[in-house]
């Protein structure tokens, strides 16, 4: 069995990040993050009010989806410099070569780019942990792979592909 997975999803973990950081969109039906970013001196920007910034994140966070079905299969296919300067503009339409991310629109504002980069790497060494712990346990386990169905949307369709075995 194939599944396409992604590691590491900047835009979504990106956004994620904003959520917890600032408090916003308690709302929104989806897990807390583990481990649970510090957020630095992130802080919401007074640009806009906390309500502006909730529904700029709503946005963003279904556009940063919408882009999984339409990326391009073909992970051998990158974008050109030309293209990446025209598309990460804010107010582009998305491109199948190149996720949508936040800082597109908004810089920055309001985010301490450091405790992002810890974030990143903390999930990044949870995720190795993680996989390398599932496949240990998915080995010793007896029995059929699972279906399709039973893996269920879990990975929805991100990133590269990955072969698991029984």
Same mark, same amino acid.
């Given at each position: 069995m194939v599944i396409s997975v992604d590691d590491h999803p900047l835009s979504l973990n990106l956004l994620l990040f904003v959520r917890h950081?600032?408090?916003i969109t308690? *709302? /929104?039906d989806i897990p807390v993050l583990i481990p649970a970013p510090n957020p630095g001196a992130s802080e919401m920007p007074v640009s806009a009010s906390s309500e502006e910034w909730a529904d700029r994140w709503h946005i963003a966070w279904e556009r940063a989806w919408d882009w999984y079905n339409i990326q391009e299969p073909d992970r051998m296919k990158h974008p050109t410099q030309e293209l990446m300067r %025209? /598309?990460?503009?804010p107010g582009q339409e998305l491109h199948p070569l190149i996720p949508p991310l936040r800082t597109t629109e908004y810089d920055w504002d309001g !985010? *301490?780019?450091a405790a992002t980069e810890i974030r990143s790497k903390l999930t990044d060494s949870w995720l190795k942990d993680r996989v390398r712990c599932r496949r240990s346990f998915r080995n010793n386990l007896p029995g059929p792979e699972p279906s399709q169905a039973e893996v269920g949307g879990v990975f929805r369709g991100l990133g590269e592909q %990955?072969? !698991?075995s029984q």
């Amino acid at each position: 069995m194939v599944i396409s997975v992604d590691d590491h999803p900047l835009s979504l973990n990106l956004l994620l990040f904003v959520r917890h950081a600032w408090s916003i969109t308690p *709302d /929104v039906d989806i897990p807390v993050l583990i481990p649970a970013p510090n957020p630095g001196a992130s802080e919401m920007p007074v640009s806009a009010s906390s309500e502006e910034w909730a529904d700029r994140w709503h946005i963003a966070w279904e556009r940063a989806w919408d882009w999984y079905n339409i990326q391009e299969p073909d992970r051998m296919k990158h974008p050109t410099q030309e293209l990446m300067r %025209q /598309v990460l503009r804010p107010g582009q339409e998305l491109h199948p070569l190149i996720p949508p991310l936040r800082t597109t629109e908004y810089d920055w504002d309001g !985010l *301490d780019s450091a405790a992002t980069e810890i974030r990143s790497k903390l999930t990044d060494s949870w995720l190795k942990d993680r996989v390398r712990c599932r496949r240990s346990f998915r080995n010793n386990l007896p029995g059929p792979e699972p279906s399709q169905a039973e893996v269920g949307g879990v990975f929805r369709g991100l990133g590269e592909q %990955q072969e !698991l075995s029984q």
